[in-house]
T-cell receptor
């Protein structure tokens, strides 16, 4: 079964609204989680690294004020797309690092459509 | 900078025939390379990984990949395709601590 749960799996929202995506590690504590974005026919691109209890590290070109990341517990990281616009429509996917098993586990992704 | 190129966006095979998914990498040092599979509505699953040990890496579900430095390739193969193998496959290179760089993906289609 899934060890990383990501919700929602898809969301449609109006332009200007905010959307929150959750990523939970189900059977391990994840001090580090990663957020990726994938545009159609393109690679998954790392957006940011989320560390429990500290600020996220954003990749170059990713607006930290637009993509708010909160990693307040060892099993949950959230990505909030603020004031979403149609160009933010994309597939967002998270992964969580299980240091004990030295493995990365991925969520099933969230398809965001902004109208 | 580390990168991977997946040469085919789609590959179609018949059930029972061999599978070849091609991947070339670019890296300034000895890379760690991975193949992930994504089935519809499911998370990415690690198939196999290469970390500078044996050049022929065996993974789950009968898949294997061979690291060829001279060709900068890491192609994924399986002797006999199964219907359940139909999915999206990603070749991935590690570009830092747990920082992964993904290829554009190859969709494998398996016909009866």
């Amino acid at each position: 079964g899934a060890v990383v749960s990501q919700h929602p799996s898809w969301v449609i929202c109006k332009s200007g609204t905010s959307v929150k995506i959750e990523c939970r590690s189900l059977d391990f504590q994840a001090t580090t989680m990663f957020w990726y974005r994938q545009f159609p026919k393109q690679s998954l691109m790392l957006m940011a690294t989320s560390n429990e209890g500290s600020k996220a590290t954003y990749e170059q070109g990713v607006e930290k004020d637009k993509f708010l990341i909160n990693h307040a517990s060892l099993t949950l990281s959230t990505l909030t797309v603020t004031s979403a616009h149609p160009e933010d429509s994309s597939f967002y996917i998270c992964s969580a690092l299980d240091r004990g098993r030295e493995k990365l586990f991925f969520g099933s992704g969230t398809q965001l459509s902004v109208l | 900078a580390q990168s991977v190129t997946q040469l085919d966006s789609h590959v179609s095979v018949s059930e029972g025939t061999p599978v070849l998914l091609r991947c070339n990498y670019s890296s300034s040092y000895s890379p760690s390379l991975f193949w992930y599979v994504q089935h519809p509505n499911k998370g990415l699953q690690l198939l196999l990984k290469y970390t500078s040990a044996a050049t022929l890496v065996k993974g789950i579900n009968g898949f294997e990949a061979e690291f060829k430095k001279s060709e900068t390739s890491f192609h994924l193969t399986k002797p006999s395709a199964h219907m359940s193998d139909a999915a999206e496959y990603f070749c991935v290179v590690q570009a830092g601590f747990q920082k992964l760089v993904f290829g554009t993906g190859t969709r494998l289609l398996v016909s009866p």
